[in-house]
């Protein structure tokens, strides 16, 4: 599916969800319909890309404690982070 903003020869403007490219030309062929004015006349407006944020990266990962648990020699690891 593709969203489309069409403008009418009156300047009126309204957006569409068309099956693909293929269907709006289709579409366009037999007449689409402002829903204002009900003119025949429509063409696709400028529209602006509807881009998404990009996602946070991941936080890295934080060292595990050894076989021995957090007591075992050099301290814990997880220490050295807040220290």
Known sequence: ???YALRCA???EFDQWFDNMADY???KAAGIACPSCGGTQVAKAIMAP???KA???APAP???CGPGGCGGGGGCPMM????
């Open 1 to 3: 599916m593709i969203v």
């Open 10 to 12: 009156c300047e009126h």
């Open 25 to 27: 030309d289709a579409k």
């Open 50 to 52: 509807r881009v998404g």
């Open 55 to 57: 996602k946070a990266a």
């Open 62 to 64: 934080m060292p595990a």
């Open 80 to 83: 050295s982070q807040f220290g």
